[in-house]
């Protein structure tokens, strides 16, 4: 485990940045996944309905197939899927916890949460021994909006913890995506109000143009920096 800043993980960060940014962050496995390739969270719904988890797995495996890295922060639902199928497309990943990193939470995916730990990133914000509370979850939240140059919003209800991500992202400046399926819901209310604030409708049609707005954090060429 290595205990860094957050300038240490993710580069300077601007006074919104800030704002909300953890004091340090303890983390577990290899931090240069970060530095390279566009970051993307997918997250949504812990009980997720079937095709709300095949569009998660579809997301994750294109991503992969784009060297981007697909964050998500280890509970059931979209986001094991998110997890799951980038690593079996042989992506990189990132989970984001919402407790220390000595404990698992879902118990579920206490193999995930090692595996990810080992050979790929696994982040917390919470000392080792912290006694997990219910508002730490909306506070991991905000770190991976902070994380990510990107939220995709697969699946979620009215009172979604996704929810409290998308507007930090939003708050952030960051690209926020809701999936068509979720903006055509006649149930469900949010979708346009963070429509009328910024997001955008990830669809079939609309994923070239989401791919082409993700920065490509290219690692630098040492060889073409150094001039003779």
Do not use: C
Not at 151 to 156: F, G, S
């Amino acid at each position: 485990m290595k205990t860094l800043t957050p300038p240490q993980l993710l580069g300077p960060l601007n006074p919104i940045e800030r704002q909300y940014a953890p004091e340090r962050f303890y983390v577990a496995g290899d931090p240069a996944i970060l530095e390279t390739g566009a970051r993307v969270s997918i997250v949504g719904s812990r009980q997720a309905s079937p095709e709300g988890l095949a569009r998660a797995r579809k997301l994750a495996r294109r991503l992969a197939g784009e060297g981007i890295v697909v964050v998500s922060g280890l509970a059931l639902g979209i986001d094991t899927a998110a997890h799951t199928a980038t690593i079996a497309a042989g992506g990189r990943t990132v989970g984001v916890i919402g407790t220390p990193l000595d404990r698992s939470y879902p118990r579920e995916n206490e193999l995930l949460q090692a595996r990810i730990a080992t050979e790929h990133l696994l982040i917390s914000q919470f000392t080792p021994g912290t006694k997990t509370q219910r508002f730490h979850f909306p506070q991991r939240n905000r770190t991976m909006a902070l994380i990510s140059d990107a939220t995709v919003i697969i699946e979620a209800g009215e009172t979604s913890g996704s929810l409290s991500q998308g507007w930090e992202a939003l708050r952030l400046g960051r690209l926020l995506y809701i999936t068509r399926a979720l903006a055509d819901d006649p149930a469900l209310r949010w979708p346009s109000k963070m429509l009328d604030h910024g997001a955008q409708i990830l669809s079939d049609a609309t994923l070239p143009d989401f791919l082409e707005a993700l920065p490509s954090r290219l690692t630098p060429v040492l060889d073409a920096a150094v001039p003779f």
